[in-house]
């Protein structure tokens, strides 16, 4: 997100992160329509990863998740998740990645304006025609993932976690997530844009990057992966050196009073 949206990086540079990660062992990109700075911008990411990964044949090494369900108007966020609109947001982003099908195809947000199960739906028939391979959810509770499993195999669920925004850890809907068999997929793991300058540098996460040597990007992401095999934190990057010092946290293991420790912030 961070390589298409607002103060991004050149093309070059967003290419380059891009490489590096797949070159260190990053097999999964988690990308949007609307990664972009606004709707006449629209692809602009899936753009960039395609270019990247075709350079160095890594095609067929990456699975590439993206979303379809909202619009860019001026630069702001608004959802549509019209079944058309969806359709017509499915296509493109498959001539953008210049791909047969989807791997992981993502309702970007309920629509509060549409029937949930119609855009639901709409995502089904596009899976039954191949377009996508698997369907997913994102910003959604569990009645909503409740709702979608009674119309379709919802394999993964995309929300906002990390330790300034535990919602869906302390009220459960993570253990709903691995009861389903269902990846709960963590954005703004580190606080997202505006806030991880403020999160990483609270005084907990600078003791324990002292104590266990890293950093504390990789203490945070460290805690998320503790919370299960199912969840999936998904750190944005815009410099090399960002998303290579993430990777790391796969090999950061928290002790248990440090997991505590950072579930009662």
């Known amino acids: 997100m961070p390589i298409s ?6 093309e070059e540079q967003g290419i380059k992160v891009i490489q590096e990660a797949v070159h260190a062992g990053v097999n999964f990109i988690d990308t949007a329509n609307v990664y972009c700075l606004d709707d006449s911008d629209i692809g602009h990411n899936e753009r960039i990863i395609y270019k990247a990964l075709k350079n160095i044949n890594a095609l067929q090494k990456v699975y ?3 979303k379809g369900g909202l619009i860019r108007p001026e630069g702001r966020w608004e959802c549509n998740a019209e079944p058309q609109f969806l359709r017509k947001s499915c296509e493109k982003s498959l001539q953008d990645l210049h791909a047969e099908s989807i791997f992981l195809y993502q309702l970007h947000a309920p629509d509060s304006n549409i029937p949930f199960e ?3 739906g709409e995502l ?3 899976k039954e025609e191949g377009k996508i391979e698997n369907i997913g959810l994102s910003n959604v509770n569990a ?26 850890l302390k009220n459960s809907f993570t253990d709903l ?18 806030h991880h300058k403020d999160l990483s540098h609270q005084k907990l996460f ?8 890293t950093s504390s990007y990789c203490i945070i992401l460290a805690w998320l992966l503790s919370k299960g095999e199912h969840v999936l934190p998904i750190p944005g990057a815009s ?3 960002s998303i290579l010092d993430s990777m790391k946290a796969a090999q950061v293991k928290l002790e248990q009073e440090d997991i505590q420790k950072i579930d009662n912030l």
Not at 153 to 166: D, F, K, L, Y
Not at 206 to 213: D, G, Q, V
């Open 5 to 10: 949206i607002q103060g991004r990086p050149s």
């Open 64 to 66: 590439i998740a993206t």
């Open 118 to 120: 119609d855009s639901v």
């Open 124 to 126: 089904t028939k596009l």
């Open 143 to 168: 009645e909503e993932l409740n709702a979608a499993q009674e119309i379709v195999r919802i394999e993964s669920v995309q929300n906002r976690c990390n330790p300034g925004h535990q919602k869906d």
């Open 177 to 194: 997530c691995k009861k389903q068999n269902v990846t709960y997929i963590a954005y703004s793991p580190v606080g997202g844009g505006f």
């Open 206 to 213: 600078l003791e324990l990057s002292k104590k266990y040597k």
């Open 239 to 241: 410099h090399v050196e």
